[in-house]
């Protein structure tokens, strides 16, 4: 990470927790990595103890300790840990000198997953034991020593020591009670002692005893002011299985797991980040009653529809989640070489729900800044704008948050509601390179020769030229050729469905009496169609070549479509190619539609300046899905409506000045559309000319 980064993301969301370097004052870094908040959290308690020495009841050697028992750090990268505690040891090294002892309080442990309750198994009875999970064996640990810091430490020391000496298990227990060390759960005891004793004739024993001692840290830190740190952004399904698995109860803890409801479930809705664990769990587990979080995460949290359950903010049990303030860093390049979209989350346990606006800054500025630039000059090169942060659902709290400054936000409240019209989004195959084809020769009888787009997608595939039925083959529309006002598909596409079947495909015996040659040549590809993600998660059972997001409406004849990717919605009308309904991909929304003059209107609607305004401010330049409808009250369509008529009429007028590139006529009719639509939704030409300036601001800025 660059020096400008550091100083201006992490030393920004350490300064507005207001932690100003109190020494008494607890702080974790709950993922530390190589700790670069936890130096920064010592830099700051030295400079406040050099600010305030002459009022200081203590010398450096207690502050070396206060330092030492309240800023800590948990990482599970061995090598992270190894570096975060050199990194710690430098920044306190001219404390060293003056103090009795030194530990470093970096711990080699998961954040999330603490030891788990093994219960009523053992005689110590419900929750007298932990379950600690290593790649050697599974070491079962009694509870009652993991009370205190140092019983911790000393357990873990008279394990090594016992074990290294060929001490039995009798002995070892004596040696704890010697050591004033709990000692009642004598058979858990034993069982671990007898466990590393295996181990060491194994010669597997190593550092296990010093890994529990780790691993425990969780349990035994305490209570903390400020929780700091940028946990890891990954996706949870990109995490191995096993660890999925033995974490699956803590997201069901917080309600936080997605559970598919349906054939037609999105699979993009089961996808979650892990950063969304790390800020309940630490929420709930490690900040005190007043304490403060600090975390840089993704802003995507704020915006997507994927993350209603982060947005919940709630603990359980009465307890929630407050936010306090966002900062959006999403126009800053955060992390070098990298593009992710970048927020600092300030937010506070408590026993009342989130209140609303939340407090949203936006920074401007240059993308990138000099490396060696220092961070006086990097704040004199950003702005920060003030706004206001709204779930756009006022009735479901969880929806996006919709973001602008109070006058803008006034104004666009007049057009968000939910629509008549209902999106859906288009074709998934989850193997593109199967189903996308070109023709490579004319339709001979009911046949065509095509060959498939082998080389699309992350998997490549071979490269196959078939005879298949012209009946299966249908226009492609793909994000790429859907434009403003206009669309154009550039490919074909062979789907095995019929508007008759829906969801699912046309039954196999059916395909290979009516359509043998398609079904040949998707046989071909039968081993990679059987290990598609979406057809292992949703559509097990099912023919191998069922396809996801199919169903009657594919095939209407009038669509409006919009991609899910850009800076703003761009909608275009799609009608009949060829001859053939077009099929669009799943990067495609559409609604369907029987007639012409419906569809103009709704594609002028859709891109007039008030709906453009309203799905910029809530949306990312990857979310402009399925629930723009949802959020915007388009009127549904009637022909007896003059305003309705004269949208519509534009709109098609729209279409054509687009795809004649009559640029003057093309600014005419969208300033017709813009009046007709503000009309329609009763905003001010006043009002109208504010947000045209707010919309502005937003794509100029990337949103």
Known sequence: MMPFQVA??????????????????????????????????????????????????????????????????????????????????????????????VEIPVYLCDSIMTPSEYGDLFSGGPGKSKALKTAAATFVIPTEIATKREDVAKYAEQLEFCVRNGYSADEFLSRCRDEGLPADAESIHTGLYNELVELDKANKNGVWARIIKNAFAPLFVGKVDYVAGNPPWVNWESLPKEYRDSAGKVWEKYALSAAASGVQFELGKQKRDIAILFVYVSADTYLRKEGTLGFVITQTLFKTRGAEVFRRFDLGGGRYIRPMR???????????????????LVARPSTRPPSYPVPYVSWD???????????????????QRPLHAYPIDPNDLASPWLCGDKKFLEVVRKVIGASPYQASAGCCTWLNGVYWVTPIS???????????????GKKKLESVTAHVESRLLYPLLRGRDVKKWATHPSLWILYPHTEESGWRPIDPNEMKRRFPLAYAYLKRFES??????????????????????????????????????????QAGVSSVHQGRPVIPEHHVMFVPLRDEQEAHY??????????????????ITTGISTHVLQHVAVPRYKASNKIHARIAKAARACQYAALTEDAESLAALEEAIDNGAAQLWGVEKEQLQLVAKSLTA??????
């Open 8 to 101: 201006t993301v992490l030393g920004f969301t350490l300064q507005k927790p207001s932690y100003e370097g109190d020494p008494d004052k607890r702080l974790l870094d709950p993922a530390c990595g190589s700790g670069t908040f936890l130096v920064m959290a010592i830099n700051r308690i030295r400079k406040w103890y050099e600010d305030n020495r002459e009022n200081c009841p203590y010398d450096e050697g207690d502050l070396c300790g206060k330092i030492l028992a309240n800023v800590i750090g948990f990482d599970l990268n061995p090598l992270a840990v190894m570096a975060a505690r050199t990194n710690y040891l430098s920044a306190i090294r001219p404390l060293v000198s003056h103090a009795d002892k």
């Open 528 to 569: 990679q169609l059987l290990s598609r993600s979406g057809y292992r998660q949703l559509r097990q059972g099912q023919a191998f070549y069922i396809l996801g997001n199919t169903n009657a409406v594919n095939f209407s004849k009038w669509k409006v479509a919009w991609r899910d990717m850009g800076y703003e919605i």
């Open 326 to 344: 966002v900062s959006d860093l999403s126009k800053l390049q955060v992390f070098e070489g990298a593009t992710n979209r970048t927020a600092v």
């Open 442 to 456: 004319g339709q001979t009888g009911n046949e065509v020769v095509v060959q498939n787009l082998h080389e699309v």
């Open 698 to 703: 937003m794509i100029s800025q990337g949103k």
């Open 602 to 619: 709704l594609c002028g609607m859709l891109n007039s300046l008030l709906c453009r305004a309203v799905v910029a401010a809530y949306t």
């Open 365 to 383: 500025g240059p993308r990138r800044v000099d490396t060696d630039a220092s961070p006086e000059s990097v704040r004199e090169a950003y702005s």
